[in-house]
């Protein structure tokens, strides 16, 4: 199966700034999907985003918060923006894979203080 | 839209023990996954089961699908097998995944 990259592994952020986050597949996926796991949860998923397309949105995520780009079939960036301390999860993007279920990237923690 | 309960929600185990956890969905399913989250946060694919059983070293699971539900076996714990461990299927009709709530897992020394 196909191999996630993710970064930045962790990051500590002030509030009301904003971070991207990249995640790079090692092959050409069509579709990838933005999860965020917040302390002691589990994950809900946050946007599917498709090249060429704007990104889906799930019930209670806007695209103003997390805006998402998407610009080929190998990658894709998370922004978490105008930050605050309810953003403090566990980011992890992933994408199907080789016809044998969902691969995850490493995670991304941020603490927002 | 499909339900996914795991059960139990915790468990702790001293090293040398087995153990089986269960996740039951409330919607037939064409795949379901089992995902171990290690203490950093990583989430490691164990299983892509959808039907049938399946075994890696000390691991296996079993799904069966017409009865909605799956189970991951651990024989003779370790340590490192702690963590969360997570089933997820997807939503009927389409491509994103629906996690359960997880099990977490405590093996001790």
């Not at chain 1, 994950?43 to 949105?57: D, F, K, M, R």
């Amino acid at each position: 199966s196909a191999v996630i990259s993710q970064k930045p592994s962790r990051d500590i952020c002030q509030r009301g700034t904003s971070l991207t986050i990249q995640c790079q597949v090692d092959s050409q996926v069509t579709m990838m999907f933005w999860y965020r796991q917040q302390p002691g949860q589990s994950l809900t998923l946050i946007a599917t985003a498709n090249q060429g397309s704007e990104a889906t949105y799930e019930s209670g995520f806007v695209i103003d918060k997390f805006p998402i780009s998407r610009p080929n079939l190998t990658f894709s960036t998370l922004t978490v923006s105008n930050m605050s301390p309810e953003d403090s999860s566990i980011y992890l993007c992933s994408a199907m894979t080789g016809g044998l279920g969902y691969t995850f990237g490493s995670g991304t923690r941020l603490t927002v203080v | 839209g499909i339900q996914v309960e795991q059960s139990p929600p915790d468990l702790i185990l001293q090293e040398g023990a087995n153990s089986t956890l269960r996740c039951n969905f409330s919607d037939s399913v064409n795949n379901l996954q089992w995902f171990h989250q290690n203490p950093w946060g990583q989430l490691i694919n164990l299983f892509y089961i959808p039907s049938g059983t399946k075994q890696n070293g000390r691991l296996s699971a079993t799904t069966v699908a017409t009865e909605r539900y799956s189970l991951l076996y651990i024989s003779s714990s370790q340590t490192t097998d702690s963590g969360v461990y997570f089933c997820a299927v997807p939503v009927t009709g389409g491509f994103k995944t629906i996690f359960g709530a997880g099990t977490r897992l405590f093996v001790k020394a």
